[in-house]
Nanobody
């Protein structure tokens, strides 16, 4: 199971760090993806980190977001800097074992999903 946390209300230009905590013993074998769903829009890819630390970002967040994992804590992180109002969305983390980087941006590839955490960026 995955649980996302860390969302909140922040002003444009600010930062937030989201966490995705996983239960179970196989977290180190997971690729973790972050997706978001803006109001009235479809869920979209944000970032992913594979089990061997391959990393991919959506163009819209490159240079502003970073992603990391701590296998000892069974947790992945999404550090979001220079936030914009268009980053407002519900953010979800998702996981799948041994998912390659080439497919890590594809929503349909993920089997496990967290419950989502709201990020609101005010102007």
């Amino acid at each position: 199971q995955l649980q996302a946390s860390g969302g909140g209300l922040v002003q444009a230009g600010g930062s937030l760090r989201l966490s995705c905590a996983a239960s179970g013993r196989t977290f180190s074998a997971y690729t973790v993806g972050w997706f978001r769903q803006p109001p009235g829009k479809e869920r979209e890819f944000v970032a992913a980190i594979t089990w061997i630390d391959g990393i991919k970002f959506a163009d819209s967040v490159k240079g502003r977001f970073t992603i990391a994992r701590d296998n000892a804590k069974n947790t992945a992180y999404l550090q979001m800097n220079s936030l914009k109002t268009e980053d407002t969305a519900v953010y979800y983390c998702a996981g799948r074992q041994v998912l390659g980087l080439s497919r890590a941006s594809l929503l349909a590839e993920y089997i496990e999903w967290g419950q989502g955490t709201q990020v609101t960026v005010s102007s």
